[in-house]
């Protein structure tokens, strides 16, 4: 599983935009195009498009690095209902987490038949693996060279994986990811009180590179900070990686609750939830000049071969998640496995 700062071949993203956006579908559409276009001034994006919206993307997006492909999708969220693209002996395959459906209002497990995973993997002719347990890419990040960062709160969640006899939850999953080349597991405690994840690691932790994290952290006095969240800071800053190096743990702070254009309980204003384009790191600003200044220096520090890209996006913001949330990255033939012996298998 590469770490996002790898070299990527494309990047997945959706242009279904849902009815649950109502009056803001149009300013949702419009930042997403935004940021389509923003990354696809450095590598290609694939855009999964609706059978009905193909004509509409094709005026938007022709002439530049984008290619329309017609597909089956229902919601833009493509980081939590896409398979993580990762590097096997064999190429690239997909890992389907059979992950929540978050395009219904009642969100449900795709636990059997062709996944929506399943069928990306043949569109795109890679290699395909299911894993036996639930999860969402943005529950995940790694530094690609076998560590792995997650929290408890999302993945021990009844919802994703219920408890069971015999091995704990916890060691039935370390487990499985061994088998997709993961070597050294960080578990962060998260946010169970984040009403649509249940504290993905992707809202506010972002791997620089081997060794090296940036965490948010809130200074606000209008805000409370998450109630695990100086917790994880000690989880981390003690953790080690698959080569027994300690983390270096730098920080990123939120922006201010006086300057955010919107509220409401899936408002997710942060600076971390990025994608690491080939030659840039693309993320949210929000008005709030001073922190996002920091927030860009602190970024340009982690990444400094990169050009740092911030863009308003609060209206997509106002639904639960950032760039990152709506991007997929597909790794470049180039990268190397860590462990060539990962099966990859075109059966369900």
């Known amino acids: 599983m590469p770490a996002d700062w790898e070299s990527h071949s494309a990047c997945l993203m959706s242009w279904a935009v849902p009815d649950t956006w109502k009056d803001w579908r149009p300013h949702v559409r419009k930042e997403l195009a935004a940021i389509i276009q923003t990354i696809s001034e450095y590598e290609t994006v694939i855009l999964l498009t609706p059978s009905a ?15 329309i492909v017609e597909a089956p999708v229902t919601d833009i969220w493509m980081r939590d209902a896409a398979p993580t693209f990762a590097i096997s002996g064999k190429g690239i395959v997909a890992i389907d987490w059979n992950p929540i459906d978050f395009a219904v209002s009642a969100p449900r497990v795709r636990r059997y038949g062709r996944s929506f995973g399943f069928h990306l993997s043949t569109l795109l002719k890679t290699g395909y693996v299911r894993s036996a347990f639930v ?17 408890r709160s999302c993945l021990l969640h009844p919802r994703r994986n219920p408890a069971c006899s ?31 994840t249940h504290g993905h690691v992707d809202g506010y932790v972002l791997m620089t590179s081997p060794g090296r994290v940036l965490v948010e952290r809130v200074r606000d006095p209008d805000v409370e900070a998450p109630f695990w969240r100086s917790h994880d800071v000690i989880l981390l800053k003690q953790a080690r990686d698959a080569s027994g190096r300690r983390l270096h743990v730098e920080f990123v702070t939120a922006p201010r609750k006086r300057r955010w254009k919107f509220r409401g309980p899936n408002w997710a204003p942060g600076y971390l939830n990025a994608y690491l384009a080939n030659g840039a790191v693309i993320t949210a600003s ?3 000049r001073e922190r996002d200044e920091m927030a860009a220096n602190a970024l340009q520090r ?13 209206h997509v913001v106002s639904g639960g998640g950032g760039i990152r949330c709506l991007t997929q990255s597909i790794p470049s033939d180039s990268v190397r496995p860590l462990d060539s012996n990962i099966h990859s298998s075109m059966t369900p």
Do not use: C, H, K, Y
């Open 53 to 67: 919206l193909v004509r509409d993307a094709r005026s938007r997006f022709e002439g530049g690095n984008v290619e």
């Open 135 to 151: 999860a969402e890419g943005g529950a995940l990040t790694t530094d690609g060279q076998g560590l792995l960062v997650t929290t």
């Open 166 to 196: 015999g091995i704990s939850r916890q060691m039935r999953l370390e487990r499985e990811f061994r088998s997709f080349g993961i070597n050294s597991i960080v578990w962060l405690e998260g946010d169970p009180a984040e009403p649509l």
């Open 286 to 288: 929000f008005g709030d």
């Open 302 to 314: 982690s990444f400094p071969g990169r050009t740092v890209r911030m863009l308003r996006i609060n």
